[in-house]
């Protein structure tokens, strides 16, 4: 199973996983900007990078 991993680099910290089959690039673009504006407005770089889980 693909998942997507919400990374924030300043906190180092896993922010979320998301199941790649129901959360699309574009669901995760918004959820970041809703769920993470903490992370964002403070200028944190936050990554979304894949990984597999069997
Ligand atoms: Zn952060």
Redesign the pocket.
């Known amino acids: 199973m693909e998942f997507r991993e919400v990374y924030?680099?300043?906190?180092k910290?896993i922010?979320g996983r998301f199941n790649s089959k129901f959360y699309t690039e574009e669901k995760i673009e918004g959820l970041l900007k809703i769920e993470?504006s903490?992370?964002v407005k403070?200028g944190?770089?936050?990554f979304v990078r894949k990984f597999e889980k069997i």
């Open positions: 924030c680099n300043n906190c910290k922010l993470y903490i992370h403070k944190h770089q936050i």
